[in-house]
């Protein structure tokens, strides 16, 4: 009796196991966060039929010493890849590793970041390293930091890189309540003056404290940022939108914010829009309500959706995060 009821019971898990693996194994949404660990600042690009995301490790500055990658086919299921890139590469980096801003030229991936929470007179800022895999490894491309002064009262760090219609490269960056727009030349090695002759213009919006961002949507030059201190639970997120990438930038309104019933300091996002659609997702992070440490951040995702006249709704925060999506190109 005892072998007859061993062999239904083995009959009867073989029978249960693939399905429950078929069930693990097809996500029907991402669920937020997204992805396991301490993470912030994402920066969310499309590399061929891949979604990427480039966030900050969130730990004590002197923990931030490395940057890992997550890739995914669908949005939802994502995979690791671990330190691209790190002080033992970035030797004059010594701590507070942040924010990157990446994109892809000519078939080689570069990676921004800013590093050692730089003040006058200290040496670190904004790095530029290369790459010739969106995985890395990535090496630092100039041996020093690409801007490492404070221009017009921005501190170096969140350096977003935006492609014009027309091919330019410009760099939104700053931390502090300020924000400058730079022009990057061909090699990403060094600035060149704006088309106003300038090599530093501030384009500083009403309420801006850090986290830029620039798209197009309809012709139109959307630029985001973020408000509020980031330790804090009413980080959140603004826009304004421009006929140009130089503003001036008025500020509409608040796009993105803390739900108390979901999580706090909701912000420094990103943006990502399906190739061939007006399908967009905001990824960015968070604090789950169950912690109080300022590191303790999470990266999530959710619809962003505009309105018919071009305003971006309010979005909502949630747990399930989004649906599986594949990129058809």
Known sequence: MKIIISIILLITTISEYPGEKAKNS????????????????????IYGNKYWIFPTFSAPYEQQVKFDAFSSKDLVNWTKHERIIDTAEVRWAKKAMWAPG???KNGSYYFFFAANDVHEGEIGGIGVARADKPEGPYKDLL???LIGNIVNGAQPIDQYIFKDKDG????????WRHCNVVKLNDDFTGLVPLPNGEMYMEVTPKGYVEGPIMFIRDGKYYFMWSEGGWTGPNYQV?????????????????????????????GHHSMI????????YIVYHRRPLTETSAHNRVTCIDRIEFDENGMIKPVKITFEGVT??????
């Open 273 to 280: 829009n399906i190739p061939g659609t007006d399908e967009w």
């Open 168 to 175: 330019s490269h410009y760099m939104y960056y700053g931390g």
């Open 324 to 329: 599986p999506r594949k990129i058809r190109k």
């Open 238 to 266: 603004a826009y304004a939108i421009s006929d140009n990438p130089f503003g001036p930038f008025e500020r509409i309104g608040t796009v993105l914010k803390q739900d108390p019933a979901v999580a706090t300091g909701a």
């Open 143 to 145: 041996g020093k930091p």
């Open 102 to 104: 990446v994109i892809e």
């Open 26 to 45: 097809k996500k029907k949404m991402s669920g937020n966060p997204i992805f396991e660990g301490w993470y912030a600042d994402p920066e969310a690009i």
